[in-house]
């Protein structure tokens, strides 16, 4: 069981705009599988994956570069998203009913309270990140230091950059 938030096909993210037709998570046939693996897991365990983000069209990646220009948070599209490439997500941890559970910033929070490294955070934060992280891990999934949300999937950072937009057609 999984939920969709995608935030880029809405204006709740940092552009303040909707930069997707359609509200959907695509990924390559492997890193899908592996995601879906991933959320039988978290089922066992009484949690929801709940995806943000997936495959993320190169140009949008563009447009968010303009907005934020710091590879800390946003990938520079001079070299491509691990998500241009299909292989990412971001996700957090629900209810299996689809409520919540506390990450301790909201998505896209651009600061110290998002990164990984940083254990200044209530002690029901850091044991969901803990959870969501040792989960994704267990299904090949890296983190990154900046944010809690983002996972790129094992050796996919040389797969092929695509364009294709994220259509509902
Ligand atoms: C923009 C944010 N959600 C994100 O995915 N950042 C990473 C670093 C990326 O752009 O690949
Ligand atoms: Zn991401």
Redesign the pocket.
Known sequence: MFYLDIRYATANN?LKEPLYDCAKCLLLPEVAEAVINASYYFCDRGYALKF??CYRPLSV?KQ?WEKVPN?I???DPAVG???NRGA?V?VTLATLEGEPVAMGTD??FFGKAAHIDNFNLPEEVLANRKVLQEGMLYFSFAT?Q??W??FNYKNKSGAPVMDAPLSCK
Do not use: K, L, R, T
């Open positions: 940092f943000f983000d990646q968010m590879p948070y946003v990938a998203s691990v998500h990412a971001d998505y896209d990154i900046s944010e949300w983002h």
